[in-house]
């Protein structure tokens, strides 16, 4: 009979059993999502050594009933309901709080899934602040392979607001679609390494309709995004993101991105970060793009993704159910009442209320990639929480 080990008591599954094939499946995905690294090849992306405060308690907000869309409830038990991993919370750029799970070690990385787009999106603003990447350029002019693609006679802009008039579906739980075959390309999945991101990208078909028209969440353009950058500036994602972001920032922590074969890192979903720096970048966007008395990304760029984007894209797209007065925006979402946020599938929100100066962080690890209702809730209680504090 197998020995019971620490991992056994602490998870309730054997390390052994969390393979590439089932790592995003619930329950392995409560352990798996604190450690992509040992199982998708990864990138460091460097901080400055720096030490984190201890945690913050934030027990004396847990019995508090807030009204969700669906249910009144308190924030210990929606915590739990939303098999959330951890939550931290800061007001007017100081921590009031954090929270973890039981299983979810102090200070420890998550996967933030597609907040990987927005953070990637921010590194697009430094370089276009540099001159070196032009949003409205085609994305030929760094990607030449792309002609005779989806992205052929796409703008990097089309790219960034998910305007792409892209023939391919998030189809996230079907192997042997074309999002699988996308999935292992990235090295996500068993069956990778024989086709590389960037040549998974190119062989993507176009749709009839004009690009812009319509928005279309597909996450292969964040990961053309990262390829554009890459080009643009003839460096490294995770280098870039380190030297560029991170350590400016001042983040405490080692971040990381997946990377596939050729090394081409997974910008559209493959970032896993600590809570906190997660939520000093929210500080940094509420500040306008600037953090520690440091310029990051032109303000500029940071008004007009919080503000601008198509209202008509997104009354035409899939997603108007969560935010029906949203828009999208370099890789941001606007919910309409003045607030913005990055959000990853199985639960993974960043949310930033200027109105209120707070900057809210949840990671999950939610069975279900997406969960309309459970989502609809998740809105409704990270307004509220912010309204709280």
Known sequence: MPHVTAFDTQFGFRRDEVTLANWRAYPFSKWAFQNAGELVPSARIVALESSEAPMRDISGLLGEKLALKSRAETVADFLARSDTDALTVMKD??????????????????????????????????????????????????????????????????????????????????????????????????????????????????????????????????????????????????????????????????????????GAARTAGGMSVTPRDLARVGEMMRQGGTANGRRIVPQAWVRDTTSAGSSDAWQRGEMVHLFPNGRYRNKWYQPGDGAFCGIGIHGQWLYVDPSTGTVIVKMSSQPEPIDDPLDADCVAFLKALSKMV
Do not use: C
């Open 93 to 262: 750029g100081k921590i009031v709080g954090d929270w973890a799970a039981p299983h979810m070690h102090a200070g420890a990385r998550h996967i933030i899934f597609s907040i990987s787009k927005s953070l990637t999106a921010i590194l697009a603003g430094i370089v276009e602040g540099e001159g070196l990447l032009d949003p409205d350029a085609p994305v030929t002019q760094y990607v030449p392979e792309a002609k005779g693609s989806a992205y052929g006679d796409a703008t990097v802009r089309h790219v960034l607001d998910m305007v792409v008039s892209i023939d391919i579906d998030e189809a996230y739980t079907d192997p042997d679609s074309a999002y699988g075959r996308y999935r292992k390309a990235t090295l996500w999945n068993p069956g990778g390494g024989t086709e590389s991101l960037t040549s998974f990208l190119m062989t993507l078909p176009r749709l009839a309709e004009d690009h812009g028209k319509t928005f279309r969440y597909r996450s292969p353009n964040s990961d053309l995004l990262g390829i554009v950058i890459e080009r643009a500036t003839g460096r490294r994602i995770p280098d870039l993101m380190g030297e560029k972001l991170w350590q400016p920032l001042g983040a405490k922590n080692e971040a990381s991105v997946t990377v596939d074969m050729e």
